[in-house]
């Protein structure tokens, strides 16, 4: 007590803050606790950049301050707390990462998130460090898939930055045509942040589905397989999810998490692919599977479309 006072008395501008924000008192008992001998500047700093924390998140970041490289960072960079507070349920390693901070930190001031939703979508994270890796703005997601779109193939791998750009680019089409609710930016991401079983079962959903078909042919000659094939006289490349060379027969698997999948330029290139290789005989059959979602009105009749008409199948 003799301390708290001695620097109430010694700092106006500590009194200031106590009295404007009496978290400062509870950062100035912990931090004296855990470090006997700080000045009065430096838990005048401390409280000044913790004002706004939670009290149940001052433990933990009165814990990293002491940390050099933490401590540094944040002095020179205020905003880096709120960064830190979305995440502070992580490990220390994590949140104390300078780099998952200045992250976190760009993503929200690019796109106003909301730290509470951020704190929220977070916990819901089964890979936390994937999930910092993917706080990418909307325009560069933007820029991701512009990057990709007329470059196929398309089957981006789940749970990686040209995933999610595919994702949210569908989405937009959907919403654009007046086919979805249409979150805005914010919302879509947190949710699909906030999925990551859904979105990483993908493979998996696939596997199962060949598994269960019971061609005569093994995985490693049916799966995933790329073919070359000619589209207004430029050669591209063609993933389907299921290949039956010797049979001419193949799959396209769609699981969606957001319930629909739309008529977006990489879907539509995927489609115009496909016409070609049944055109060509490259193909006799092929039927496009969405597995937990469905075509678009606008897609399924591309689909359906003669001529090389596509089968649409619809699972649960």
């Not at 004296?32 to 913790?50: H, R």
């Not at 989405?171 to 914010?186: A, Q, R, S, V």
């Not at 699981?255 to 692919?273: R, W």
Request: hydrophobic share 35%; proline share 4%; with cysteine.
């Amino acid at each position: 007590m003799q301390a708290f006072e001695k620097a109430v008395n010694e700092s106006e501008t500590f009194k200031q803050l106590i009295n404007s924000n009496p978290s400062a008192v509870d950062v100035f008992f912990k931090y004296t606790k855990k470090k006997p001998g700080a000045s009065v500047d430096e838990i005048l700093e401390l409280a000044t950049i913790a004002k706004d924390l939670p009290k149940n998140q001052l433990d933990n970041f009165i814990t990293d301050f002491s940390d050099a490289g933490f401590n540094s960072a944040v002095r020179k960079n205020s905003k880096l707390v709120d960064a830190w507070s979305s995440i502070f349920s992580g490990s220390a390693s994590l949140r104390m990462n300078v780099n998952n901070l200045n992250k976190l930190s760009t993503f929200i001031r690019e796109t106003g998130m909301d730290i509470s939703k951020l704190t929220s979508s977070f916990k819901n994270a089964k890979d936390a460090q994937k999930w910092i890796d993917l706080k990418i703005p909307e325009a560069e997601l933007d820029n991701i898939y512009s990057g990709f779109k007329n470059d196929p193939p398309f089957n981006q791998t789940p749970w990686t930055p040209e995933h999610k750009a595919q994702r949210w680019n569908n989405y937009k089409k959907g919403c654009t045509n007046g086919e979805n609710t249409c979150l805005d930016f914010n919302d879509w991401s947190n949710g699909y942040d906030g999925k990551i079983d859904l979105v990483t079962s993908a493979n998996k959903g696939v596997d199962d589905y060949f598994n269960s078909l019971g061609w005569d042919c093994p995985s490693d000659k049916c799966r995933e397989q790329t073919l070359d094939v000619v589209v207004n006289g430029q050669t591209k490349k063609r993933r389907l999810d299921i290949y039956d060379e010797g049979n001419l027969r193949g799959k396209e698997f769609k699981e969606y998490y957001s319930g629909k999948v739309y008529q977006s330029e990489d879907i539509v290139a995927e489609v115009t692919a496909d016409k070609e290789l049944l055109a060509s005989g490259r193909l006799l059959e092929l039927e496009w599977v969405f597995k937990g979602c469905e075509p678009s009105g606008p897609l399924r009749k591309l689909l359906e479309s003669s001529p090389n008409s596509i089968t649409v199948v619809i699972l649960p």
